[in-house]
T-cell receptor, first 112, second 112 residues
């Protein structure tokens, strides 16, 4: 598969436990944030997004939390499964709102 | 199926030999973008297009060209590839720039 990062922060989690992935964003003018999952050999896939007028949004087994005060975004995955092993990226749409700027990514490894 | 299709998936070429990576989307999206992904540097935007015949530089445009003659296609052109353009390339599209992108599966380019 394709290597997306040789020195990514790595989160090791036991199967069935909850995972929390953190992201600090840079632009206080961003009004849209999104999490992507990238599996080996594939392009980034949409997980969940949130607008700046919200501080929490839930999907299926995933929750995104937004703290605008400290410019922090987190992704919580409930009952982590082996299929959740991947690299996770956060992104923000920046001051102009016309493009997504990506964070460096976090690798999640699920231990059976 | 809604998708972004890139070709080729893998390409090895020699320095200076012009090449084109094609990208096509079937979602009638107005916005399209090219990113490159490198270890330790994450996803960086090369060029983007807000609509037909409207293109603009992203963060790392040097050595690349694009065109948007039709809504569905957004090819990436390397007129004279160099080894520092060895990377994993992704095309993405969206109904609105700066909001949820759909990514292609990637093109692994090696320039020797």
């Amino acid at each position: 598969g394709e290597s997306v990062g040789l020195h990514l922060p790595t989160l090791s989690v036991q199967e069935g436990d909850n995972s929390i992935i953190n992201c600090a964003y840079s632009n206080s003018a961003s009004d849209y944030f999104i999490w992507y999952k990238q599996e080996s050999g594939k392009g980034p896939q949409f997980i969940i997004d949130i607008r700046s007028n919200m501080d929490k949004r839930q999907g299926q087994r995933v929750t995104v939390l937004l703290n605008k005060t400290v410019k922090h975004l987190s992704l919580q995955i409930a009952a982590t499964q082996p299929g959740d092993s991947a690299v996770y990226f956060c992104a923000e749409n920046g001051a102009a709102g016309n493009k997504l700027t990506f964070g460096g990514g976090t690798r999640v490894l699920v231990k059976p | 199926e809604a998708q972004v299709t890139q070709n080729p998936r893998y390409l090895i070429t020699v320095t200076g030999k012009k090449l084109t990576v094609t990208c096509s989307q079937n979602m009638n999206h107005e916005y399209m973008s090219w990113y490159r992904q490198d270890p330790g540097l994450g996803l960086r935007q090369i060029y983007y297009s807000m609509n037909v015949e409207v293109t603009d530089k992203g963060d790392v445009p040097e050595g690349y060209k694009v065109s948007r003659k039709e809504k569905r296609n957004f090819p990436l052109i390397l007129e004279s590839p160099s080894p520092n353009q060895t990377s994993l390339y992704f095309c993405a599209s969206s109904s609105q720039g700066g909001y949820g992108y759909t990514f292609g599966s990637g093109t692994r380019l090696t320039v020797v």
